[in-house]
């Protein structure tokens, strides 16, 4: 009878270290935040590298609205054929995430808030900074995981307001300056602004900020 009994007792060990195998198998995998984290992370990789073909593979290729950027909305079908030329007129594009919070929905699928710094150059050279908040949704829709949704935010860019003396004004007197008005509060310095008198001759200036 000994000899059954231990067949028994071996069964059962075995059969229980399997289920603990496999819940520690579980446990280890990553769970939906981890994952779209990850991805998250990917995406703003490709769009440093102007790689639109690789988060074109994230976004469900259907008729249905896939990201709104500023108010716009943008279709899976048009998210490459609308990113691609954007990103065909840049020299360079640098995308970092500042600060991130993701947040499980179940057990496949994620929503992603992150705060990024974007600083583009164009094709003529002009750099251009900004803040962009982006809330995304990630989720596996049975064929592997996706962006489902995402929606961006972008703040404005600083610009001129008004420009002192005012254009075409000839009868200024050399030793006058220059105001320049922006339409909110800037960082500048002396390097900030190019100045040539006549065109191709340029002229040293010095930058005096000015309390609004």
């Known amino acids: 009878m000994r000899a059954p009994f231990r067949r028994f007792v071996v069964i059962v060990a075995v059969a229980l270290a399997g289920m603990v195998v496999g819940r520690v198998s579980k446990s280890a995998e990553p769970g939906p935040a981890d994952i779209a984290l990850r991805l998250a992370q990917e995406m703003a990789a490709a769009a440093s590298r102007r790689d639109v073909t690789s ?31 954007y990103y065909a007129s840049l020299k360079s594009l640098d995308f970092k995430w500042d600060r991130y919070e993701v947040f499980p929905i179940g057990e496949r699928a994620a929503v992603f808030t992150g705060w990024a710094s974007v600083k583009t150059v164009d094709q003529k050279g002009d750099s ?47 030793g006058s300056g220059i105001v320049v008005h922006f339409n909110e509060s800037v960082n500048v310095t002396a390097s900030t602004f190019h100045l040539e008198c006549p065109a191709g001759t340029p002229i040293a200036v010095t930058a005096t900020p000015r309390a609004a």
Not at 63 to 77: C, L, W
């Open 55 to 85: 988060n074109a593979k994230l976004i469900p290729q259907t008729d249905r609205v896939a990201y709104v950027s500023n108010g716009h909305p943008i279709t899976g079908r048009q998210y490459a054929e609308t990113l691609g030329p």
């Open 128 to 174: 251009e900074a900004a803040r962009a908040l982006f809330t995304m949704v990630f989720a596996d829709d049975g064929s592997g995981w996706k962006r489902v949704i995402a929606q961006k935010w972008q703040s404005e860019v600083p610009a001129v307001s008004a420009a002192l003396p005012v254009a075409p004004e000839d009868r200024v007197p050399s």
